[in-house]
């Protein structure tokens, strides 16, 4: 923040714009950082994402191109289907790690259509929910980190934002999909699937 500058506007972003940002319109970029409470100034404050505006150029991909422009600069990458805004909303999306960083490019159009950019620190796909068998609600989301492969549940109940990485020893390929469902007697019967 010290090499930003003070030249910010509060504003909000993220899933149900629920996470406060700081917006450098100078440089064209909205700053996240991992704890939303606590002075932006303090040390162990890090940034959790950066959302970048039009202004922004990451090895000749802008906002706005599609999914075919972008693989022309960067490269042949998946195409993720993934859920955003409420269970039955659908988006696509195309990760790259540059410089150790995350480079999320998000549509929500399968060709990548009017594509926005996001940085992460680390990245942690979701891959599916816990679901309560007698309330239907989601008590869990599932997620892998796209650098290191973990796998982790990540409670709603809970007033931390923690992440349980979770063994997955017997697993082989990468995981694509988890679901467990929780009945009676709150036991979890879960099963995932994988691609090599």
Known sequence: M???GQDYEIVYTGAEASYKGYYFKKYGI?????YQDID????????????????????GVKKGMNFSQI????????????????PNVIGYQMLYNINNCIVEFFSRDRDGKDSNITLYRNFRRKVGDTVNGETGEIEDYWHVNEITGDLTKISLKSELYTPVVIDKGFIEGTIV??????????KGLWKMKNQD
Do not use: Q, R
């Open 2 to 4: 010290e090499m930003l």
């Open 30 to 34: 909205t700053i996240v950082f991992d």
């Open 40 to 59: 932006i100034e303090k040390e162990d404050n890090k940034v959790f994402w950066i959302d970048c505006d039009d202004n922004v150029e990451i090895a």
């Open 71 to 86: 693989k022309e600069h960067l490269g042949e990458a998946p195409v993720y289907e993934v859920l955003y805004d409420g």
């Open 177 to 186: 999909s988890v679901s467990e469902n929780l009945g009676n007697d709150e």
